[in-house]
């Protein structure tokens, strides 16, 4: 890769700025000064030294969110607050946003990424990766419940789901149970249960794919995740 663009990916400013820092001989390639902003280096093996300090590239960031309520599944809104808002802003160079949305009421497990690719097969209708979520229920949710969902309901705009595990963890007046999907219409879960008359009062989503959220990040906290972690987003 040009070192314009190694450079510029990390946010070190654009190509014009770069180009006047080389030339000024700030920029270094093992060890040796390069002036020449379109020198191409191999940003893995290459040492790159900008201004006395390393470069450390990487070229995706893969982040795990413990969405609170009350922010939106955005990179930026004029009024609301945004996941972004929760990250440090040294993310920032890297462009991240978040793989799939989640209300601004509902909690849980959001990943944020500038790996378009990875977000395209996770969300990806013909993937049917899987996302689960726990909610708790205004109503009791029955084993008629059940079978409805694993049959696949009619949601208020005439759309029948895909098949839907649900696990009833505690009926009651207020039901707690974990939901099972495989895609991802907007609030479905909310309109799943509507559907069968009752109302979701609290939702949390606790994993995507073979991947579960950590549960020792708090509300608001966040972690970067490894490379088996990465791996298991794709998982059905």
Do not use: W
Not at 187 to 198: I, L, T
């Amino acid at each position: 890769m040009r070192i314009d663009r190694v450079l510029g990916n990390l946010g070190y400013g654009t190509r014009s700025e770069i180009k006047k820092y080389c030339k000024f001989g700030i920029v270094l390639v093992n060890g040796k000064v390069v002036k020449n902003s379109s020198f191409h280096v191999d940003p893995e093996k290459d040492e790159i030294i900008f201004d006395g300090e390393r470069v450390n590239y990487r070229e995706y960031v893969y982040i795990m969110l413990n969405k609170p309520s009350g922010y939106i599944s955005a990179t930026y809104d004029d009024v609301e607050k945004t996941v972004l808002d929760l990250i440090d802003p040294e993310y920032y160079v890297f462009n991240p946003f978040p793989v799939g949305r989640l209300d601004k009421d509902t909690e849980g497990l959001l990943i944020l990424t500038n790996d378009g690719q990875l977000s395209h097969r996770v969300l990806s209708p013909k993937k049917h990766v899987p996302k689960t979520y726990f909610a708790k229920i205004d109503g009791v949710v029955t084993s008629a419940d059940v079978d409805a969902f694993k049959e696949g309901v009619i949601l208020d705009d005439g759309y029948k789901t895909l098949p839907a595990h649900l696990e009833i963890l505690k009926s009651g007046s207020i039901s707690e149970i974990n939901l099972t999907i495989h895609e991802g219409k907007f609030h479905q879960v909310k309109r799943m249960f509507e559907s069968v008359g009752k109302k979701v009062i609290y939702l949390k989503r606790i994993s995507m794919g073979g991947l579960k959220l950590d549960e020792n990040l708090a509300l608001g906290e966040y972690r970067e995740l490894t490379e088996e972690e990465i791996l298991l987003l794709e998982q059905r």
